[in-house]
């Protein structure tokens, strides 16, 4: 069963506006990772955040980890157009256990 | 650096058909793995390889086999394809411990008619 579930399952917003989804999860975690997929194309790292960690930035990318509500959020802010892609999630099940397990995704549209 | 190469990228069978989807990696990584998404399914472990010589069943790993050929090598075995087996099948690898960051190739599409 799956891990993780992203929300919402799509996404459209304009150029220039910040794009927030979020991810929860059932069990405890050691790492939350998020990805991008574009369309016809392997997933690419973005970043990741430990359950030791509350928040990290990378560029124009802020993640978000509440451990006590099992849930992240990723924000992008200033979105462009190459933004559109598909994000998920993955996480592990905690423990010994460093597989990352993906959610469904967030289908994202940027509009020009 | 080619990272994460899969062959081949597209590849129609008949039912009862077998094959084998080939990956490699030059990142010396230690650990690899096989996906398969399907619409509204997102991503789905078949199989891993923590370290050259081990193999571990995913979350879907029935009627499929793999094979740790050597350190670069994962390979994926459909011994007699169905169509439900129709999806892309991505393999992945990750070399830091404790993390388990994963790099991606390209994906292989397959198609079971």
């Known amino acids: 069963s799956q891990q993780g579930e992203e929300d919402p399952q799509a996404l459209s917003i304009q150029e220039g506006e910040n794009a927030t989804m979020n991810c929860s999860y059932k069990t405890s975690i050691n790492n939350l990772q998020w990805y991008r997929q574009n369309s016809g194309r392997g997933l690419v790292h973005l970043i990741l955040i430990r359950s030791n960690e509350r928040e990290k930035h990378s560029g124009r990318l802020r993640v978000t980890l509440d451990t006590s509500k099992k849930s992240s959020s990723l924000l992008i802010t200033a979105s462009r157009a190459a933004d559109t892609a598909s994000y998920f999630c993955a996480t592990d099940r905690g423990g010994g256990s460093y597989i990352p397990t993906f959610g469904r995704g967030t289908s994202l549209i940027v509009h020009p | 650096n080619a990272g994460v190469t899969q062959t081949p990228k597209f590849q129609v069978l008949k039912t009862g058909q077998s094959m084998t989807l080939q990956c490699a990696q030059d990142?010396?990584?230690?650990?690899m793995y096989w996906y398969r998404q399907d619409p509204g399914m997102g991503l789905r472990l078949i199989y891993y390889?923590?370290?050259?010589?081990?193999?571990d069943k995913g979350e879907v790993p029935n009627g499929y086999n793999v094979s740790r050929l050597n350190k670069r090598e994962f390979s994926l075995r459909l011994e007699s394809a169905a169509p439900s087996q129709t999806s892309v099948y991505f393999c992945?690898?990750?070399?830091?411990?404790?993390?388990?960051?994963?790099?991606f190739g390209a994906g292989s599409r397959l198609t079971v008619l």
């Open positions: 990142m010396n990584h230690n650990s």
């Open positions: 390889s923590a370290s050259e010589g081990t193999t």
């Open positions: 992945a690898s990750s070399g830091v411990r404790g993390a388990n960051v994963l790099t």
